[in-house]
């Protein structure tokens, strides 16, 4: 007992994380990707995280019309599994860490860098636990990983003929794992302690720093599909199925309206015809000027 001092609830306080996964409906969630609830193990984890990245999408769409509503378990609920909006790193790992939990898992949440080390902490993985070894799911990167992949220094995933690797190295003295993808960096993760805190602050970074361009100045939304990876930008269409070549398709915003629902991002009233205003402009400001002040 604290004897009233309140010196243990303040220990647990400044001790603990509070990841409010109650705020989860994680029976709905797994009914929407279509798992069952079974003993926690390395089949159920492959199952989870490819049903994951096959169902929900990754998206900015709400960065773009202005109108995120954060990053608190209650709105990743609403987001993700009511509303059909799709959202990024944050919302995916958050997720994907609570379900895990719920069923049994053993997790870890992990913040790092995309594509550099000199680049800020704004992506989530989620680390499991699995008979003493642990794992990296990634369930909310663009161009994800469909499984579960060792966090061992050599450990490989290849997945359609892409060869997916983790290296490790001590920064510090602490652990940072790196994961790439034929021979390119992909992300580097770290093993610091992270509190929601940190992932609201990142979420505000990426969604309102202009300077970031990736979510704010750019369309992105991507799924595993059946006919491979897609991914829809403002002006492009790339699909990357395994065994196959890529392919990259030039598209009109209209078109890129249209293949976001295609996706599985709901779009509702208006948002349809805001979001083609936002693209439209873009391709407006992108054109060159002609020597009469006209644009090409």
């Known amino acids: 007992m604290s004897g009233g001092t309140g010196q243990i609830p303040q220990a647990r306080a400044l001790g603990g994380s509070d990841w409010q996964r109650e705020e989860y409906d994680v029976d709905a969630y797994l009914a929407l990707i279509g798992v069952g609830r079974e003993r926690p193990g390395l089949e159920l984890l492959e199952a989870l995280h490819r049903r994951h990245v096959g169902t929900l999408v990754f998206a900015n769409v709400d960065v773009l019309l202005g109108a995120h509503p954060g990053v608190a378990p209650a709105t990743v609920q609403r987001q993700l599994i009511e ?5 990024y790193c944050f919302e995916h790992a958050q997720l994907f ?10 997790v870890r949440r992990h913040l790092g860098r995309v594509h ?3 680049n ?3 992506h989530m993985t989620v680390a499991v636990q699995l008979d003493g070894r642990w794992f990296l799911t990634d369930p909310g990167f663009g161009f994800s990983l469909t499984g579960p992949i060792e966090l061992r220094d050599g450990a490989r995933r290849n997945e ?7 290296g490790h190295s001590l920064e510090d003295g602490g652990d940072r794992w790196t994961l790439s993808r034929d021979g390119q960096l992909q992300h580097i993760t770290d093993t610091l302690t992270v509190q929601p805190i940190d992932v609201r602050t990142g979420h505000v970074l990426t969604s309102t720093n202009a300077g970031s361009g990736r979510f704010t ?7 595993h599909t059946d006919a491979g990876h ?16 890529t392919v990259h398709e030039q598209i009109t915003p209209a078109q890129a309206v249209d293949a976001v629902q295609g996706l599985g991002v709901r779009l509702v009233d208006d948002e349809p015809a ?3 205003r936002i693209l439209e402009s873009w391709r407006t400001a992108a054109q060159p000027v002609r020597p009469d002040g006209g644009r090409a």
């Open 83 to 87: 509303r059909g909006r799709g959202g």
């Open 97 to 106: 860490a609570a379900a895990l939990e719920d069923l049994g898992f053993t």
């Open 116 to 118: 550099s080390p000199h």
């Open 120 to 122: 800020t902490r704004t």
């Open 160 to 166: 359609g003929g892409r060869d997916f690797v983790i």
């Open 217 to 223: 100045g750019s369309l992105v939304a991507a799924r």
């Open 230 to 245: 897609v991914t829809i930008t403002e002006s492009t269409r790339t699909v990357r199925a395994p065994g196959r070549r």
């Open 274 to 276: 805001r979001l083609l």
